[in-house]
Structures are given as structure tokens and as C-alpha cells.
């Protein structure tokens, strides 16, 4: 089969998709510095969760949600940028960042393109920057796979929307924390996220395990996830958890939801099943 056979027989499975029950977030994380990856096995369940920071039901808008962290002292191990390193730590909710037609659009790309594969688990990704995509148990690079077919699949306003979406992010968590988003810069990996039921096959599909973002990305200091479906009625689980001393706390899913963190670098969080 050609790969334009492949990407006319990969849209029109898309949009059969769009009726299944999924759990889509576009993930974006800004600024620099790698490290290694740590994976954390810790026990949670929906009966341990003590407050939910946003309800699936509610609208935050159009201020933000904040709630103020102490920041670990560990923080003093890392290298430190002016005007982009955390003053303050934090997570803060909002819900008008996108409308919910924008949310929409962005999840119809998001449909597009991850139909082209997708992982053999339950867990796929769309990382339009890199280009990696989710392909059977590995990832393949859609702009070499692809070539210029890839033009049949995104358009250049799909682009144009995702960009602006990302400046807006930007704007909005330098405000919220007091931060120069002249000074923020996106890192790897910003991707599209499709999580359903399907038996995980390989570690990359084992997505609720608890972790550190500190260590599992060390280029993370801040992330921003939109979520592009809703809790409750596209899906079950896909809660958000943060992993606290003093209990546990969600965030429950809702399309056009823009949850952001400015990292405490040893809090430990993990999507619930």
C-alpha cells in the first residue's frame, strides 16, 4: 500500500474515531535542561483523593485558579535562568484560554494525525514539533514517513491555531507567576496525548504510574495541559492527581480546560486509570 493509501484509509478511520471514548490533552512544557527518567511505583485510589481542585461541571474563567506551593529547596540543585526560573511554585487552572470550538479543532487535528498509527497500547502521541508519532510498539518521524503527503493531513491554519495557542499559554503563565515569556521557550517533548482501555504493551503505554516531572523530564519547569475532552461522559478515570503529604488532589477533565504547573520538583502525580 503507499503511504497516500495510508493516509486516505488512516482519515477515514479518524473519523469513526471521533465517536469512541478517549482521553485527549494537548500537553506543553517551557524552557531547557535534561536529565534522566524515573519511573515512581506508588499506591493511589479515587477513595485516598481529599480535594478536587476543579470539578468537571465548573467554569474557571476568566481569572485563574491558583494555588501557591512552597518550592522544594532541591530546587537550589538545578541551574537557574533570570526572569524564567520559578520565584514561586504553583498550580493554577483556567478555563478561557480556548474556546470550546477552538478545543474542538484542535482535537480534530489531534484525531487526523494520530489516526495515520497509533500505539498497540492504550496510550498514543503526536508530537508536531519532532514529528514522532506513536506507530505499533515504536514511534516513527511523520515528516519522513509521510514526506510532503503530510500536507493531505494538516493545514497550514491548523498550524497557525496551534501556535497561537502556544504564545497564549506562554502569556498566561508568565502572568499568573510573574514571569518574562520573552524568556520561556518550549522544550521536548510537546505533544498530543490519546489515552483509552486498550491492554498497555509497552512501558510507554503504562501511563498512570505516579511519578516526579522533575525527574522524569528534567528539561520541565513548567507544563501546561489542555484537555480536549470531558470527563464523565467521553471517558471514566483520566483524572489528574497530584500525590500530596497531606492527601491527594484532582483535577477532573473538561475540553478547553488549561491546567498549569509551575513546578515543585519532587511532587509526585500521575493520571488515574
Not at 477513595?47 to 474563567?61: K, M, N, P, R
Not at 514539533?129 to 506507530?135: C, F, T
Request: with cysteine; net charge negative; charged share 20%.
Amino acid at each position: 500500500m503507499s503511504n497516500m493509501s495510508e493516509i486516505g484509509d488512516a482519515l477515514r478511520q479518524g473519523s469513526s474515531w471521533r465517536s469512541s471514548r478517549w482521553l485527549g490533552a494537548l500537553l506543553l512544557v517551557a524552557v531547557n535542561v535534561c536529565l534522566g527518567a524515573t519511573w515512581l511505583y506508588v499506591t493511589t485510589s479515587d477513595s485516598d483523593i481529599t480535594e478536587t481542585l476543579a470539578g468537571q461541571g465548573e467554569i474557571v474563567s476568566p481569572e485563574p485558579r491558583v494555588f501557591i506551593v512552597k518550592c522544594s529547596e532541591d530546587y537550589e540543585n538545578y541551574k537557574r535562568y533570570t526572569g524564567c526560573t520559578p520565584q514561586k511554585c504553583g498550580r493554577a487552572i483556567i478555563d478561557s484560554l480556548v474556546t470550546r470550538d477552538e478545543a474542538h479543532v484542535l482535537r480534530r487535528l489531534a484525531e487526523r494525525g494520530l489516526a495515520l498509527a497509533g500505539s498497540e497500547g492504550g496510550a498514543s502521541i503526536l508530537d508536531l514539533h519532532s514529528g514522532a508519532l506513536s506507530m505499533g510498539k515504536q514511534f516513527v518521524n511523520i515528516y519522513r514517513y509521510f514526506g510532503d503527503q503530510i500536507s493531505d493531513v494538516f493545514t497550514a491554519e491548523d498550524f497557525k491555531l496551534y501556535r497561537h495557542i502556544i504564545l497564549y499559554s506562554f502569556a498566561v503563565i508568565a502572568e499568573t507567576f510573574g514571569l518574562d515569556p520573552t524568556l520561556m521557550y518550549l522544550t521536548k517533548p510537546t505533544f498530543f496525548s490519546r489515552i483509552n482501555s486498550t491492554a498497555a504493551k509497552t512501558q510507554h503505554d503504562e501511563y498512570w504510574h505516579p511519578h516526579i516531572d522533575k525527574e522524569t523530564y528534567g528539561s520541565f519547569d513548567y507544563t501546561s495541559i489542555l484537555y480536549l475532552s470531558d470527563y464523565g461522559s467521553d471517558f471514566t478515570g483520566g483524572r489528574f492527581i497530584y500525590i500530596d503529604q497531606n492527601g491527594n488532589r484532582t483535577v477532573e477533565p473538561r475540553t478547553g480546560t488549561h491546567y498549569f504547573l509551575v513546578k515543585k520538583p519532587f511532587s509526585i502525580n500521575h493520571v488515574s486509570k
